[in-house]
């Protein structure tokens, strides 16, 4: 490739400065020099590899490793989950609220609501308690709904709490991690390694380095957990006022279909 580009170059100095060889053949060099540098500098370096970084690091980030696949298996369950379709529709209310506007609907109706999303389950709750007694009071129909709410509320915050744990608990891993290897290390100094007292100052600089491997990790774990379990958070709160209001508008609408 080098040789190819080369030659194409040659050609195309030769065309503009063949009546000239002097100044062809001084660009003709100061173009091989270039590219040939060029190659040099953008030449792949070699890093090591990540499974070398992990077994030089110790057995302390083994725990990081576990922490870092369940945050993320967490974060792709909970953006499954928390989907709008899945929670709160926007127009399930008022669809459901037209199909009982005169009567209430029969269990088939309330069945395919309640499988809907989250809202439809709660909205449903409402449509049950009616069923199985019409002349039921505002109280015990309240009652009905907001259990329901209380334990869609309880799912929409499933695994929540260990996201936040994992973003909490990783800084505090990979700093345990760094102190265990810079105990390691300094204790296999002994006072008279390599002449130098106290040990040799490049394999000791190079340990640390090792050693730090832990809090880095610890920290790429900590970071992301802590900003999507606050974005999960913020978005569970919408969604919970949302199936609030509307299962109060709800609520009024059934006390309406009431039997006296």
Known sequence: MLDLAVRLLHKVIH????????????????ARYTIIAAAEQFQPVETAPLFSIIQAAGWPIWPLIACSILGL?????????????????PR???????VSRRAVPGPDVVAQLEQNSAL??????????????????????????ENT???????????????????SAAPLLGLLGTVIGMI???????????GVPG??????????????YNTAFGLIVAIPALIFWRYFRVRVDEYLLTLELSAERFVRHLIALRQP
Not at 149 to 166: F, K, M, N
């Open 15 to 30: 065309k503009f400065c063949g009546r000239i060889p002097t100044v062809e053949c001084f660009l003709l060099q100061v």
């Open 120 to 145: 439809g389950e709660v909205l449903a709750s409402g449509l049950r308690a009616l069923n199985s007694d019409p002349r039921c009071s505002e109280l015990d129909l309240r009652a009905h709904v």
């Open 199 to 212: 040990g040799n100052p490049a394999q000791l600089a190079h340990g640390i380095s090792v050693a730090l």
């Open 184 to 194: 390691e290390i300094f204790g296999s100094q002994s006072p008279g390694t390599a």
């Open 149 to 167: 709410g209380r334990a869609v509320a309880h799912r929409l915050e499933r695994y929540l709490s260990t996201l936040a744990t994992i973003a």
């Open 92 to 98: 399930l209310l008022d669809e459901a609220m037209a």
């Open 73 to 89: 298996a967490l974060v792709i369950e909970r953006f499954l989950s928390l989907k709008v379709a899945k929670v709160a529709p």
